[in-house]
């Protein structure tokens, strides 16, 4: 309850308008009223006065809203969550270890998600260890940490959850993570993503794939270019292909001109161009008659590109 007594409403629907109109109020007085709603019996106002302090940020807010996380309503949960992770609390690196060991899994995977953006290299060991975690939720953020981290001593670890996680979106961000490091495990792992059942996860290994740039797989991602169905996958595959500069997919790149979908048929243009081989001309003339501008747009960057060389 507010310390001020006299504009105490017993309506909570009220309550919780004061917190939302806080912000029009001085920042004194708006924080003051704000930092009571975290101490209000009912959830809603709670919920709304963890949303409210976003717009208020300060040091002050790390522990109210750390406390929060553990609040018995849901939305409130997610609320300080959200906030937290939002704000940038520099100052959570000083008291994250108190929080990050709670034996609560929602705790540990909103404390990890706020610690991303900020960095800390120590708190990879705590990273390291949630990456075998039985929540799903700290698995996934821990994935989250080391990634930001982008340091290749962490690719070993990230390439085996990219490999082996039994949660999709585990593995689908997994792989995502390990594109700032090329050596032979995430390179495998990459590859391997390329077969996954999950169309999601090929579609991240895929993007992974244009990002390590490797020399020596042309091959394999032709081969898993051809075989897929998703187009979404395809796309990406397209862009890996040339990236890579695979000089003798020009072949099986230039089927995907004539694709039902007009975004790989764009970036099978594109990739043709990229590849820098001058036998795609031929078949780039053609894909001029596209029906979709963009599609023609990039054939005729493409045309001139080869034509240049």
Not at 127 to 152: I, T
Not at 183 to 195: D, F, I, R, S, V
Not at 202 to 221: F, H, I, P, Q, S
Request: aromatic residues 4%.
């Amino acid at each position: 309850m507010p310390q001020d007594q006299e504009n105490y409403s017993s309506d909570p629907d009220v309550r919780r308008l004061a917190i939302i109109n806080a912000i029009e109020l001085d920042k004194e007085t708006a924080l003051r009223l704000i930092l009571s709603g975290f101490d209000d019996t009912d959830g809603a106002v709670r919920e709304e006065a963890a949303r409210a302090i976003a717009d208020i940020p300060g040091e002050y807010m790390l522990l109210p809203l750390l406390k929060l996380l553990e609040d018995s309503d849901e939305n409130v949960r997610i609320a300080a969550a959200e906030t937290l992770s939002e704000c940038n609390i520099k100052e959570l690196g000083d008291i994250y270890e108190e929080w990050i060991t709670n034996k609560c899994d929602f705790v540990r995977s909103s404390v990890l998600r706020a610690l991303r953006p900020l960095r800390i290299p120590g708190v990879a060991l705590y990273a390291l260890k949630g990456l075998n975690d039985l929540s799903q939720a700290v698995r996934l953020e821990s994935v989250g940490v080391l990634g930001y981290l982008q340091n290749s001593a962490y690719a070993h670890d990230l390439s085996k959850v990219a490999v082996n996680d039994v949660s999709p979106e585990v593995r689908r961000i997994a792989v995502g993570a390990i594109g700032y490091a090329l050596t032979p495990e995430t390179l495998a792992a990459a590859l391997q993503g390329l077969h996954d059942n999950e169309w999601q996860v090929r579609a991240e290994a895929a993007g992974t794939m244009a990002k390590l740039g490797a020399d020596g797989v042309c091959g394999e991602v032709v081969v898993a270019m051809s075989a897929e169905t998703q187009w979404q996958v395809i796309s990406k595959l397209l862009v890996a292909i040339g990236k890579i500069k695979c000089h003798d997919a020009v072949l099986e790149v230039a089927e995907m001109l004539t694709h039902p979908v007009s975004n790989v048929r764009k970036e099978a243009a594109m990739c043709l161009g990229e590849i820098g081989n001058p036998v795609a001309i031929a078949s780039l003339r053609t894909a001029l008659l596209d029906r979709d501008p963009d599609v023609k747009k990039v054939t005729a960057w493409a045309i001139a590109k080869l034509q240049a060389i």
